[in-house]
């Protein structure tokens, strides 16, 4: 989530006489504070694409409120970002951002409403649109960027094995996986969703042109930059962010651990999000990954059926915003004692040093940090502090 | 005529026996010397020359012949001119060739005659003691160092007639005064741990260092104290025994430093980070030892550490794994002990305030940081003390412990180890390899299932998660506690090195 509206209730933060679920004047959805955060992160990619080396640490960045994203990885140039930051807030969106909208409009896919994912979207189609794909179960495909010939079959078969069951199937779009997602929709007949990482007015590999002509055309691309922005780096895995927080179901086919597909099968289990795995060639690096998924319980999928049933499974509401992360421990489903507890207060409060930790002596202090660590609600950052996990 | 004498070269650490052979015949004037000599010997032969006739005797005008034997063994240093000298005046009659037998030569020789200090004059007196000589003759600011090994003569020569006299069978010069240095009661100045107030959590970390013989790092913003911490260091640390005292004291005499006794305090060896990888372990020239073996028995600590040049702290990569230093020269080769506790201090990033709202550094700034400091050395390190700014954690408050009582703690926790690990290689926690430590562990159930948990949740490697282990154990040692509760355990986690910059 861009965190610059978080705290952005309904009401506030809007441009007067638009309102969070209207359209304003020129025809876009978006509040001016939603803009203001994704046009900061635009202005920043620069560090972003930096930080996109180590794509979770790039989501937790991501998640942050705008002064807190400033404060974090502005360097030097804070008060400049801040006072870029006040005059975004201030002035007009530009054109390059027609037709976005933000979370606060109700055309926004309600499944990126909760914890995580874009404050923003840009559409390549009537928000309506969106809407009506998004309103049923939404299942992603992700895998490697250079999967083989059997991969882009599998995969074009199993989506369009979906689409003919009337489910509409995201995918990202500029790799070899993708486009074989995407063209098994389209040769159903169907409409599926794009998840773009460069603006929407840029024209993608000339390759795919046609292909993405068609997915505009009964589908719907979105994406999280202005329409003029370039490709970007940090986008890669934030394009990940959006396509997990879209979907019910997850299916990955030929994909490595070691390699920035890791990602979307991180995100998804942290919002438990079902996971199918497609079986691979026995001795192909590419399988190694799916069948490890598997071993851990993924569910096989062999064709479109196993998604059905997938879904039949795991009913929408079970994923309703946030579930994936309980708000007290992080999903890890125990109760905190009361020791752990306080620890964990203080930190939140922002007394990250085990020194700074009042209600226990300096040995349990250390001892509540690691057990707090351990159970993934706190993590270890710069200077030894601690700070609440997102 | 020919005459021998008796002289040591060093090689390595080790004096080895040099016969210096001196023959005298008619012919064309000349003085040559063959053995593998280095530079500074084949200088010597002016050196020799002036002072012979400085000191009133005669240079023939003759045929000269030096040898220098075994003439395989390489020989270096100003150190055999006064056996060359001495052998060249028994060879041509103007002192007695007798008088040579039993004793051994050492000095550098000035163009006037007088006797100059060589290096590593306490391993030529153990060599030449372990050879059956009788007197060793050394110029007298070494005569104490070389006094210390028992059943030698030492005959303190200040110059070339001195050295004569006592061949002959005359007195020798007088023992110098011993300087301030002998002294072996610990200076009244030594730094206290009482100095420093406030950054308990990082004196804690700096004890359980000392107790268990760990690799520390201080990271901090500037001005925080983590030198002033280093620096309290040696006075927590128990004092050197015998053996190691006497081992201290022959590296610290080859090494050049004018010794008068034996070493009394663990060294604390604190190089500047603009030092090559030469300077730190050595081999910068034939004999040459760095500062990681001059820190042997003792603290190597490295102020700034993320200014070091990467490749200089990957050369300490091989003292940390096996407590030894191989140099291999083309001409040359030796293995010195380099067993030291490593302290480093560095600032969290370039402008030294990580993590608050005052730093002002880039995300390029943190990630180059962060990989000058990862790697090979960082997995060296045990624990990470974070000093923090004063007034976040009251470090105007009061100083925790003094180094008296910190030494006492020390000193119990290593006996509880020594007795712990009776049997094994190393009788110090931070010293003790897997096998032995995964049998001595005595860990209880709780902390063993903790341990599992951090390396389940990826937050240990393999090696990060016996380093977790080795610095409990160190903390149950120091609370007197024989099992490894879960407490030790949680404690030696927050402190670990992985991911704290």
Known sequence: ???????????????????????????????????????????????????????????????????????????????????????????????????????????????????????????????????????????????????????????????????????????????????????????????????????????????????????????????????????????????????????????????????????????????????????????????????????????????AADVLEMLHLAPLDERAPGAGADADCGGCGEQLDARLRGVLDEVSAGSGAPEEISCAGARDALLALSELELLGLVVRGSGGRYRRKL | MLARAHAFTNDGLHARHVTVEVDVRPGLPSFAIVGLADAAIRESRERVRAAILNSGFEFPPRRITANLAPADLPKAGPGLDLALACALLAATGQISQEGLAGHALLGELALDGTVRSAAGTLGVAQAASRAGLHTLAVAPPRAHEAALVDGLRVAPVSCLRSATRVLGGGEPDRMPLRGAQAAQAPRRDEPDLRDVRGQHHAVRALLIAAAGHHNLLLSGPPGTGKTMLALRLPSILPALSSAEAVEVTRIHSYGGSRVEGLAGARPFRAPHHSITAAGLIGGARTGAIGEAVLAHNGVLFLDELSEFARSTLQALRQPLEEGRVAIARARHSAVYPARFMLVAATNPCPCGHAGSERCTCSEMELARQRRRLSGPLLDRIDLVAHMREPGSTGADGEPLMSSASAREQVLAARERQSARLTGEPSRLNGQLASAPLRRRLGADARAEQMVRRALEAGLLSARGAHRVMRVARTIADLDGSERVRESDVGAALALRPETAL
């Open chain 1, 1 to 303: 989530m861009t965190g610059g509206t978080r705290g952005c209730a309904p009401a506030a933060g809007l441009i007067p006489a638009v309102g969070p679920s209207t359209a304003s004047p020129t025809g876009e959805g978006a509040c001016r504070r939603c803009l203001a955060g994704a046009m900061l992160r635009h202005s920043l990619a620069g560090v972003l694409d930096c930080c996109a080396r180590d794509p979770a640490r790039l989501i937790d960045l991501l998640d942050l409120q705008d002064d807190e994203l400033i404060s974090a990885i502005g360097g030097r140039r804070r008060q400049e970002l801040r006072l870029l930051h006040r005059r975004l807030l201030r002035q007009a969106p530009p054109a390059a951002w027609r037709g976005a909208l933000c979370r606060h409009d109700r055309r926004f896919p309600r499944a990126l409403g909760g914890r995580g994912g874009p404050s923003v979207l840009a559409l390549s189609c009537e928000p309506a649109r969106l809407q009506r794909l998004t309103a049923g179960p939404v299942v992603a495909v992700a895998g490697s960027r250079r999967c083989s010939d059997y991969g882009a079959e599998v995969t074009r078969a199993l989506a369009r094995g979906l689409a003919a069951a009337g489910i509409t199937v995201a995918a990202g779009l500029g790799d070899r996986l993708s486009h074989a997602a995407h063209e098994g929709v389209l040769q159903a007949g169907g409409a599926s969703i794009a998840v773009a990482a460069r603006g929407l007015g840029r024209a993608g590999p000339a390759a795919a042109r046609g292909l993405l002509a068609g997915v505009r055309e009964r589908g719907c691309v979105v994406c999280e930059l202005p329409a003029d922005a370039p490709a970007r780096r940090w986008q890669a895995p934030a394009a990940q962010r959006t396509l997990i927080g879209l979907c019910s179901v997850l299916v990955v086919a030929e994909a490595q651990e070691s390699g920035p597909d890791a990602l979307a099968v991180r995100l998804a289990r942290s919002q438990g999000c079902p996971l199918g795995a497609v079986p691979g060639r026995v001795g192909s690096p590419l399988s190694r990954w799916p069948h490890a998924l598997l071993r851990d319980g993924a569910r096989l999928v062999e064709g």
